[in-house]
């Protein structure tokens, strides 16, 4: 060690300034309250290097070392990291308000688009407008239901677009195989257009919608990548690997997009039209122009951040989800078999399921709820960022440390789960554990001030897609592939993907 210190006098001044700064951090921690345990780090990488290529498993097994909340320095940003119902109990009890920031990737501040967003802004007046009006727009049943045809048709779509696809890989010899994600990817980005906008935005009549799409699927890989500026945050004037300056070229063509139906929209009702839409977008402009003067007034930038932001927030979570979910079925045939009989006795093979039908199918339910268990899309769901010092479970949480709730980890705590790594839809027959935000033990859309907006709208997707996907098909693996040797790993980008896509062959049913 000493000769490198020789070697590199750099390095040396370097180390010596983060040790001054590790001690003057502890100097301030003026509270009698200890830090959270967690594994000691190196000097300006902290525990960087600790980290593993999938974070949230490497802190599931720190749990068995440090307890369920543990305290790691990642370069030099305070983390804590909360991994057991109890922790998540008291934090969204006690501490949802002092820990209601957010940490917004450096990524995203590109073109001011942090300053507009709901999901990575701080929790301003603004963010607590946009939610409320999120909430009457996508959380509340009636509103939902509205929509329900327009849902409907995009489900349709996608069955046609698959019946397509197999017909034309055996035309030209193959086996019909398919692969799922980029359907459910295409449907998931319709649905949540066709809710705001009333409108369907991936039409195949304008060229520009497959651009726009295009930009939308590589800006999601830049946020989604790792960006060395997050943890040493005095790098970010020089974004090293250019992550924000390529997020910067797909957000501006997004944002030109989103801004280019708002505008069309408000000359829709400054001509006077008669109103044909009362979607979100008409509820986002409503607010802008009734709080015009107001502090929080939406402007319209924002309004097209917003707009966006329900598209990044919406699309990949829920393509996910149902990804995983057909996953787990096709590995569990008799899951899947006993879906599709719930389905023929309750709806029948005449008609096409439809999400009325949902309520009254409780053995879909519960496979859904055990596929958000096993597989939250959000795994850590959104960081949030302690707007002040705060005394959390007997430790010091100082001000403007990054939070994470491993929802992954919580939802495979074997105190709580049973049996916690195998699929068994069954713990979810005779259990009123819900999603909802108030079983601690099952967080898959957050808790909380910060949790998801698009939850009912999203559940109901999740669960429409896989009961119609079933209803119409049988879905088998290729030739010679067995269940139990399904490619189950995972892989990080904005949400936790499949790192191998599902490969099957739907096969019409009778
Ligand atoms: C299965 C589908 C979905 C899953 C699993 C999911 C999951 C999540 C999670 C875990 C969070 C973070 C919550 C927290 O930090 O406590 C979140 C936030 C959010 N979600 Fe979803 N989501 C889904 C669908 C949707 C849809 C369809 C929309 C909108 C159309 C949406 C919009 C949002 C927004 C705007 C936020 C940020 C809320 C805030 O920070 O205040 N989500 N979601």
Redesign the pocket.
């Known amino acids: 060690m000493a000769w490198s210190f020789a070697l590199f006098p750099w390095l040396s001044a370097l180390c010596a300034l983060a040790l001054f700064i590790n001690f003057l951090s502890k100097l301030k921690n003026k509270s009698s309250k200890p830090l959270p345990p967690g594994p000691p780090g190196w000097p300006l990488v902290g525990n960087i290097f600790d980290l593993g290529e999938i974070p949230h498993q490497t802190f599931y097994k720190l749990q068995a070392q440090y307890g369920p909340v543990i305290m790691l320095k990642l370069g030099s940003i305070n983390t804590m990291v909360v991994q057991s119902a109890e922790a998540a109990s008291e934090l969204f009890k006690k501490c949802d308000l002092p820990f209601a920031d957010?940490k917004a990737p450096d990524s995203l501040t590109a073109l001011g688009y942090n300053q507009g967003s709901?999901?990575?802004g701080v929790y301003s007046g603004y963010?607590r407008k946009v939610?409320r009006i999120?909430t009457t727009e996508?959380l509340v049943n009636k509103r939902v239901n509205a929509s329900i045809p327009l849902r409907q048709k995009c489900i349709d779509d996608m069955i046609g677009w698959i019946k397509k696809d197999v017909a034309k890989s055996k035309e030209n010899g193959g086996s019909g195989e398919i692969q799922l994600d980029w359907f459910l990817f295409v449907t998931s980005f319709n649905t949540?257009g066709n809710?705001?906008l009333s409108r369907e935005v991936m039409d195949a009549k304008l060229d520009k919608a497959s651009d726009i799409f295009d930009a939308f699927v590589v800006f999601l890989e830049w946020v989604g990548k790792p960006n060395v500026a997050d943890f040493f945050p005095f790098l970010k004037w020089m974004d090293p690997q250019g992550i924000k300056r390529n997020t910067a070229t797909y957000l501006e063509r997004l944002l030109g997009f989103a801004s280019e139906i708002v505008k069309e929209r408000i000359e829709e009702r400054e001509l006077g039209k008669e109103k044909k839409t009362n979607d979100f977008l008409d509820a986002l402009l409503d607010e802008g122009e009734v709080n015009e003067k107001g502090v929080d007034k939406l402007s319209l930038k924002n309004i097209t951040i917003v707009l966006l932001?329900?598209f990044f927030?919406?699309t990949e979570?829920?393509s996910t989800?149902i990804e995983w979910g057909m996953t787990q079925l096709v590995r569990h045939p008799n899951t899947m078999k006993k879906i599709q009989d719930e389905i023929d006795r309750v709806v029948g093979r005449t008609r096409k399921v439809e999400e009325n039908d949902l309520s009254n199918l409780p053995y879909l339910q519960a496979t859904v709820k055990e596929i958000?268990r096993l597989h939250?899309?959000?795994q850590m769901?959104?960081p949030?960022n302690s707007i002040e010092d705060t005394e959390f479970m007997g430790y010091f949480v100082p001000k403007n440390t990054q939070i994470f709730?491993n929802?992954w980890a919580i939802h495979r705590d074997p105190v709580v789960w049973p049996d916690p790594l195998s699929f068994k839809p069954e713990r979810f027959l005779d259990s009123d554990i819900d999603f909802k935000g108030q079983h601690f033990d099952m967080?898959?859309?957050?808790?909380?001030?910060?949790?998801?907006?698009?939850?009912t709208?999203?559940?109901r997707?999740?669960c429409l897609s896989i009961a119609s996907l079933l209803q119409t098909f049988d879905w088998k693996l290729p030739d010679g592939a067995k269940p139990e040797d399904m490619d189950m790993r995972e892989m990080l980008g904005l949400t936790l993907r499949k790192k191998v896509p599902l490969k099957v062959i739907p096969i019409l049913r009778e």
């Open positions: 957010r709901v999901a990575i963010c939610r999120g996508f949540v809710l705001m932001e329900m927030g919406g979570t829920t989800t958000l939250p899309a959000i769901l959104l949030r709730v929802a967080i898959p859309f957050g808790s909380g001030r910060r949790s998801c907006l698009g939850l709208l999203g559940h997707m999740v």
